[in-house]
């Protein structure tokens, strides 16, 4: 029975952590308060039936701190979505050479095994594969480069810290 | 309307009410919100949540410390704020502002009318 009670107040306790919009410390420092405030409660002689009707649902708790801790959340940057535009063009760019990248695997493939059926033409065989894998280096690097990048910006743009 | 005059006033007060507090001997966030609740006749009911911000500007700026209390018997620790040297000279400081205050305000009392 206590641990049943011990194990729905856990789950209480998590389901407004989750909710908490907030970074990672601050969020550790609100919880550390709550966590007292239901604590001081139980203390003062109080239910956890009667908590829960003070305290109100995670949802409605988890509401109220974010609005009154609003200066303390982080601020997104409508720059960010500059940032994600970035991502989702070079994204595109990537998927394109990777396309193009496998047909010219596969071709290669294939006049690889007629070659070895035939025997005696590897020279430009050879000349073909290794210029394949070069242009396709090339060609792939920098979108991954831009992708991871504008990924990045978009993150940190979107949890900037601001003055309290 | 009048609802908003006295949020803006309780609001600007809360701060020092919060301060004044915690000086007057270690405290954690329920026993704060009781008191003052208690102090003000039910004026200041207010919610944890409007607490906290409060609490942490007075921590950072460094007039107020927490620390964690053992809680009796089976019960878990607690969060404690302590005031600091920092915070017993800021408190006097903002009553002798408040003081300036009021007065300031209260000259303007519309005297004449209401006798």
Redesign the interface.
Known sequence: MMQKAEKKMKTYLRSVERRLHLPRDVKK??M??????I??????GKSDAEIYAE?GTPAQ?AT??N???K??AYIRSPWRWVCLALSALSGLVLCGKCGNALIMLALVLSENRSVGVIGGADGPTQIFVTRTEESILQGVTMPAIILIMSLIGWYCLGHLRGK? | MDDRFLQQLKKGVLELLVLETVCNGST????LLTRLKERSGGLFML????L??I???LE?DGMICSSWSQ??GR?????MYTATEKGQQERLHRWQMWQTFSETVNSFYPRGENE
């Open positions: 420092r609100v550390a308060d709550f966590t007292s405030a604590e001081s409660r139980k203390e003062a305290l708790v109220d701190l609005e009154q801790m200066a303390y309290k | 954690y966030g329920y026993e919610k944890e949540g409007t906290y911000p609490l942490y500007r950072d809680g009796e019960s878990a620790p607690k969060k």
